[in-house]
């Protein structure tokens, strides 16, 4: 044993200043020290996504139907890989589908922070204390998950947030008109025991919202931040290039005595809309008196009635919860005054499969322009045609698009399956919905070479030089 670590160690003498004179003269004057320090410090570099190595299993063949599904958007995203139903109203999130929502929720972060809202993450697993207290314990019904654990306590999981935020509100003794409106917000999986789970993400058990919940000083205050988070909704819808309307709704069991819905016009929706042409006054059916034809408003034209997908929910609640709870403030003249409350929701899978579901075609995805999984999607030639060695300036054009323009870091995709030909690589793109697809082809081996451009948005096809090109893609906004 002796004999062996002396051994060992003559051996590190003599071979470790051999191996750090190499590595000083790789690496000109780097020490030991500063050795290690580089390379901790270096950040790796995210190689080019190639569509061979993307996990996106289709679950459907094409043209097959599965029992009542009915939706365009739940058929294109099982088609496409973008999800994966896990059991009823219940999915998977495929990595394509989650780099939409990902930048979907960025969009919300956005928004509700341009207008002060803070970020906040609250627990899933509910007391049913709380709710107890607030009168909701039973008023939900069937569609609230409830549990006990093991000392036989209740708990719910959390389909709103409530009573949780306004609990948490009550707890800070010191919360002065200072520090007043407040608007809390998360984006956060939320659960709700559907009868009959349908129309993929558009009605689950299981599904993602941003909810937001404000507190102003007086009700004067709580209008005013109602209408700019209404205005922040409208600003997202917007940018999303959705075609939207906001209508008067139902407090429902949420309560408080103004409520919103915003939806998105689809044929697939669940919800009846009747609109003023008019006046523009708006409303779920369900707030009208049976058999209304007159607008309240005007008292004039008729209502012209289109069917719509609820994608966000306003309400002001006054004080309903603040009462309860005793979620109290100090005012100016140093008294405690009850907060007044808002609570705003987004669906965000919601907005996601119903922006699908109005914006695609029976056989393709389009997505909002912001959301798309990648940008771009490059063809290089098929394996053994005539253009086979254009390959290489496919993977030159990914290098510069990445290096040359900031928006689309990250923003491309290189479809590598060289053994299919370039119209079958087309159609998966197509069905897929990258914006902008580059063909690799034939013109690009010339002496003054081309790129065909598929525009998806557009529909267009056009031929531009590299330059031009790089200057199309250059003007595409990204999250």
């Known amino acids: 044993m002796e004999l062996l670590m002396h051994f060992c160690q003559c051996k590190l003498r003599t071979v470790l200043p051999r191996t750090l004179s190499r590595v000083g003269r790789r690496n000109h004057h780097c020490t030991p020290q500063s050795f290690h320090s580089v390379h901790a410090s270096s950040k790796p570099v995210a190689p080019t996504p190639l569509v061979s190595r993307l996990f996106q299993p289709s679950n459907l063949r094409e043209g097959q139907e599965v029992g009542d599904m009915t939706c365009r958007s739940q058929r294109l995203m099982l088609q496409a890989g973008l999800i994966h139903l896990s059991n009823p109203g219940c999915f998977y999130y495929l990595p394509a589908a989650l780099r939409s929502m990902e930048k979907l929720v960025r969009l919300i972060d956005e928004e509700m922070q341009a207008i002060g809202g803070q970020k906040v993450d609250m627990p899933a697993l509910c007391a049913a204390e709380l709710w107890k207290r607030s009168g909701r314990w039973e008023l939900m019904g069937k569609e609230m998950f409830r549990l006990q654990d093991r000392h036989n306590i209740d708990y719910c999981l959390g389909p709103t947030h409530e009573e949780a935020v306004t609990e948490l509100l009550a707890s800070q003794s010191t919360l002065s008109y200072k520090q007043l409106p407040l608007l ?71 309560g408080g005595t103004l409520s919103h819905e915003f939806h998105l016009p689809a044929e697939v929706g669940e919800d009846r809309l009747l609109m003023c042409e008019n006046c523009g006054f708006s409303a779920n059916v369900e707030t009208l008196e049976a058999g209304q034809t007159d607008c309240p408003q005007c008292h004039t034209a008729p209502f012209t009635e289109s069917k719509g997908i609820e994608v966000g929910h306003t309400f002001y609640l006054g004080t309903k919860y603040s009462q309860v709870f005793n979620a109290t403030f100090t005012n100016a003249q140093n008294k405690l005054a009850m907060s007044v409350m808002g609570c705003f929701g987004l669906g965000v899978t919601r907005i996601l499969a119903a922006s699908l579901e109005v914006l695609s075609s029976e056989d393709s995805i389009r997505w909002p322009g912001l959301l798309a999984p990648y940008q771009v999607c490059i063809l290089p030639p098929k394996k053994g045609s005539k253009a086979s060695e254009a390959v290489h300036l496919a993977e030159d054009l990914v290098q510069n698009i990445g290096n040359i323009l900031p928006n689309l870091k990250g923003e491309v995709v290189m479809d590598d399956r060289t053994q299919l030909t370039i119209g079958k690589r087309m159609k998966d793109a197509n069905r897929l919905g990258y914006p902008y697809v580059v063909v690799v082809g034939q013109k690009a081996m010339e002496e003054n070479p081309v790129f065909e451009v598929v525009c998806q948005q557009s529909g267009e096809t056009v031929f531009l030089s590299r330059d031009a090109l790089l200057d199309l893609l250059s003007n595409v906004e990204t999250v």
Not at 200 to 218: I, P, T, V, W
């Open 184 to 254: 809390l917000y998360q984006v956060t999986r939320k659960f709700r025991d559907e009868q009959k789970p349908k129309f993929g993400l558009l009605r689950g058990r299981e599904f993602y919202m941003k909810d937001m919940y404000s507190f102003d000083y007086s009700e004067e205050a709580a209008l005013h931040t109602y209408q700019s988070v209404c205005h922040a909704y409208g600003r997202l819808l917007d940018r999303l290039g959705l075609r939207w309307v906001q209508v008067q709704a139902d407090t429902g069991n949420i």
